[in-house]
């Protein structure tokens, strides 16, 4: 007995089949006919700073799950659709009959507003709409409603808030469904005589790494009309810039998660501080983001996985180490940032109108966003544009520190070998942020937390607006933590890690014979030894006569002094991101 029921089933954060709450919700309805969709949201594509690394990793992550589908069911896989959500899901659900539209949950401002332009569209032609939860270990919004609609600024206030919910327990993860539904044949499910709408896509924030955006998405159903995982070329990006070595999707995810989980020692005694930020091959942390960040990776399922081999070791009188440095306080802390951004919605990326992060002057400064025009026509482009930040600059070296900083050129072995590591595969140490994060901001360069914070976006596979934000934000000492007179020396803080620097070999190869006496500081090597070694420490690479490595960019000893006296400063001044001063620019007055 077939059912009249058709689900539109709508992937975004959920790039998995496995303890999903949103999926099971659409099976649970019996459907007739089950299409599950994915669509490429040109904001994505062109506005959200998307490096190659992670775009692979995203496809990756989608040739993954359709692959899955079509195992559960020969006729099914992945469903990609080239055009934005708001324009082609009323198209679809008309050409379709869909009765149901079912997806996840997301509580980033971006998706809140999309989603709701969503649900009233299809609110209007009558279709019903179904959205679970399932990206975190709690709703964010019951998080911050537990805490009394504030915005989550601490551990303390996320578990207490959490032990309001369930006790602080996730719900335990849902079954891997062992079958789905027929989509429609394939006359039907045939989009071809579909109008192909794309919104202009300008400014292009990808241009950088992405050849021509006249190419792209030429084709509702892709250039074969199948709707395919489109390939690297299709959306335009040389494959070969795409190094890193971690691949994406559900399966991977799973083996990764299950090899970790058997080995019981290491997630009963996980302590993050204790976790070396120099480790590579394997690195000392699970590498587990960026599945989370797709949703390839439940993460109630991670953290019962976790807690189920606590619990035995407790039983068996092994000891555990306790939040927030265990692996559950690990998932925690995101879910402390998730529900701090749904507390604050759209300016928790920024400084200007962020009630909960200090203003502090630095060199390399975001100007406040110009004022919307009143004119409805001009209200629209003001909405289309306006995602590049502007930036002023009152040091003539910010910018080039900047540029140094970026490239992994500041001369500082650590904080190099850590950002070319970045550039390369994609993800870096979580203590290895700290340092490049500390040494941008308050304990170096004295510049915006919010440029560094666009430069991890587009180079991190596992970026998380929330996490990302949030964490510049703690390190940069403008929310969440505030001892910034304790700072991480780009020399120190490695060689405790890693005396013989291993890890600055690997990544700054020119410096791969240099002595561990000088590694972390090769400028102070004899010139003699620096011949030897096969590379000059110097700013003139034409002088160097083969391999060269700049000189450290600033006397850093020097530098943290000013950092800490204009932090202090700054402290003293006081002013939050949506203080009138700061959002007219009046502060430099003060
Ligand atoms: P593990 O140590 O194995 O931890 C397990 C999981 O816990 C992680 O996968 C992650 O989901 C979560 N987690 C751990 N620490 C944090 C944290 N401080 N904040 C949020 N979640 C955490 N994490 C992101 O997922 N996306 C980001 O864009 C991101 N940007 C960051 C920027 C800066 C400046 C800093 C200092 C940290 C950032 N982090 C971000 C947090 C953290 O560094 C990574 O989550 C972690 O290094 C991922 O590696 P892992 O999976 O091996 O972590």
């Known amino acids: 007995s077939a059912s009249n029921i058709v689900v539109l089933y709508w992937h975004r954060t959920d790039l998995r089949l496995h303890d999903s709450p949103a999926l099971h919700a659409a099976l649970a309805l019996k459907p007739s006919v089950f299409i ?14 998307v490096g190659p690394n992670r775009w692979r ?26 055009e934005a959500p708001q324009t082609v899901l009323p198209k679809l659900w008309k050409k379709w009959g869909i009765t149901h539209l079912v997806f996840e949950k997301d509580t980033d401002p971006y998706a809140r507003e999309r989603d709701e332009a969503i649900v009233r569209l299809a609110e209007e032609a009558g279709v019903e709409v179904v959205v679970r939860m399932g990206r975190t270990l709690f709703d964010p919004d019951e998080l911050v409603s537990k805490n009394g609609g504030k915005p989550t600024m601490s551990m303390t206030q996320t578990e207490k808030a959490a032990e309001k919910i369930n006790r602080g327990q996730p719900d335990r993860p849902l079954e891997t469904p062992k079958g789905v539904p027929d989509p429609w044949g394939k006359d039907k499910m045939n989009l071809s005589d579909l109008e192909h709408e794309i919104a202009d896509p300008t400014p292009d924030l990808n241009a950088d790494h992405r050849g021509s955006k006249d190419k792209q998405y030429s084709q509702i159903m892709g250039p074969n009309n199948d709707f395919g995982v489109p390939t690297m070329e299709e959306i335009g990006i040389d494959p070969a810039l795409a190094t890193t070595p971690h691949r994406g999707g559900e399966s991977v995810a799973l083996k990764m998660l ?39 990776l439940s993460i109630r399922k991670y953290w019962w996985d976790v807690q189920d081999v606590m619990t035995k070791r407790r039983k068996a009188k092994q000891p555990n180490t306790f939040v927030p440095v265990n692996l559950p306080g690990q998932l925690l802390f995101r879910d402390m940032y998730f529900a701090a951004q749904a507390a604050v919605g759209d300016p928790f990326a920024r400084v200007h109108g962020n009630k ?8 390399l400064q975001s100007k406040p966003p110009r004022p919307a025009e009143k004119d409805e026509d001009a209200m629209e482009d003001d909405e289309e544009a306006l995602p590049e930040r502007d930036y002023e600059i009152d040091s003539p070296e910010a910018e080039e520190w900047f540029q140094r900083w970026k490239t992994g050129r500041t001369g500082f072995p650590w904080i190099d070998a850590l950002m070319r590591q970045l550039r390369s595969e994609g993800w870096i140490h979580h203590l290895g942020r700290h340092s490049v994060a500390c040494f941008l901001t308050r304990g170096g360069c004295y510049i915006s937390w919010e440029r560094g914070a666009e430069v991890f976006e587009e180079l991190l596979i596992d970026h998380e607006t929330s996490a990302n934000a949030g964490n510049w934000m703690w390190l940069s000492c403008t929310a969440f933590f505030a001892q910034f007179y304790r700072c991480y020396s780009p020399i120190a803080f490695g060689k405790k890690w890693d005396p013989n620097g291993d890890f600055i070999r690997r990544y ?20 003699a030894d620096q011949k030897k070694w096969g590379c000059r420490v110097t700013n003139d690479d034409s002088a160097a006569g083969g391999q060269s490595y700049p000189k450290p960019m600033f006397d850093f000893d020097k530098r943290r002094q000013i950092c800490l006296d204009s932090m202090k400063n700054a402290y003293d001044v006081g002013l939050h991101g949506n203080d009138e001063q700061v959002l007219d620019g009046s502060w430099r007055k003060l």
């Open 36 to 49: 599950p969709v994915w669509t490429w949201d040109p904001h994505y594509v062109y506005r959200a700073r």
């Open 57 to 82: 990793f995203l496809l990756e992550c989608q040739s993954d799950l359709s692959k899955s589908y079509t195992k559960l069911n020969p006729k099914q896989k992945l469903w990609l659709v080239r």
């Open 258 to 296: 299950a090899d970790h989980i058997a080995n019981e020692e290491y997630i009963g005694t996980f302590e993050k501080p204790k976790t070396s930020p120099a480790a590579f091959e394997p690195q000392a942390t699970t590498l587990l983001s960026p599945y989370l960040h797709f949703g390839s």
């Open 356 to 363: 909960i992060v200090r203003f502090i002057d630095w060199h």
């Open 508 to 527: 700054v190869p020119e410096l791969a014979k240099f002595d561990k006496k000088f590694i972390y500081e090769p400028w102070k090597a004899p010139i």
